[in-house]
Structures are given as C-alpha cells and as structure tokens.
C-alpha cells in the first residue's frame, strides 16, 4: 500500500480477515474487501491510503491496536513502579489515545467499536486514577500546596519531632532548606 509522502507498508489481508478486533469496522472492512461476501469482490485500491493522507506510522499504530488491543504507552502508564514516571507515560498516553481517535485510519475509515470501547475503558481508567490521587493528596498532603483542605499547620527546616510535628518529604531543591513538617490545626469547639 502506497500511503502519503511516498511511503511503502505491506498489508497482510488474511490477518485482518477473521480479526475479533474488526468486528463492526464496516467501512474499513468494504474499503479493504474482507467483510461482507454480498458485494461484489474488488481489488484494493493500494493509493488508498495516499487519495487518504494516512502515514505509514498510522498504520503501524493501527496494526499494534489489531494486534495487541492497546496503543503506545498503555503498558507503561500502568505498570510503572515510579509514580512521577507512571504519570509522565499516564500523559503521554492520554495524548497518543486521543491523537490516534482524531486522525490517521481510527478516524478515516472507522468506525471501529472494540478501539471506541478502548477509548471509554481508558479514559475512565485514567480519570480514575486522577480522582484516587486527589483523594490521597487531600486527605495525605506532603507538602503545604497539596494541603486543599487546609488541615495542617506547616514549616521548613531541619526539626525533631516535637509537638505533634510531623515530618512529610524534603523541601525540593535545597539541602540545606531541610523538609516539610505538619501538624494538625486545633479545633475549636
């Protein structure tokens, strides 16, 4: 198939025939004659994806969908231990999912439901993950902006722990600026 700027992708018509991932991808079925056996065979059209504007990497990045049922750094942006790590890769997911349901052979020759559903289940996935790291930082603030709720007295520096002080992460940037420490407004009854 000849796709735009003159690049070159093999397409393998047999491994998209009896796809479970196709199901329901009417159009790109009829436009790739692997779907319904009432029309008339025809042979694929293989400027398609040039008259189209598709790029070789967006058929790379449809080809890992159909093949695996997750898109670039899905994995990553779940499996990660580090949590600044895991949410540099949560973003950079969020930003490939919705880059790849807006342009490129998801949007042009779609609909394809299983990659909708996709986009549902990752998205309520992430905003989930967005919700539980509010919650925890709410209620368990490190430092004085996390703390919303405005639950804690807070200071810097290097302390023992005395008064209730508690002492949360180091202050970034500065050994010598030492850590936060908190401690519980007193309420007034």
Known sequence: MNCAQNKKVIIYLNELR????LEGAC?????FNIGDKDFKAEKVNT??????NIYEQDWYAFLN??????IEYDMSSQYI???????SYQKLFIQTLDSQSNSGI????????????????STQ????????????????????????????KWKTGHFNSDENWIVTIPVPGSVNRGSYW???KKSIN
């Open 182 to 184: 908190r401690r519980l």
């Open 125 to 152: 996935r992430s905003l989930n993950n967005m919700i539980n790291k509010k919650t925890q930082i709410a209620n368990n603030p490190m430092t004085p902006n996390q703390d919303k709720l405005l639950l804690y």
């Open 27 to 31: 159009v790109f079925k009829r436009l």
């Open 47 to 52: 400027e398609l994806f040039n008259m189209y």
């Open 65 to 70: 969908f159909i093949r695996n049922g997750r």
């Open 81 to 87: 231990e580090k949590e600044e790590e895991r949410d």
């Open 18 to 21: 009896n796809n479970e991932r």
């Open 106 to 121: 998801f949007l042009k020759f779609g609909p394809f439901p299983v990659f909708d559903n996709y986009i549902k289940e």
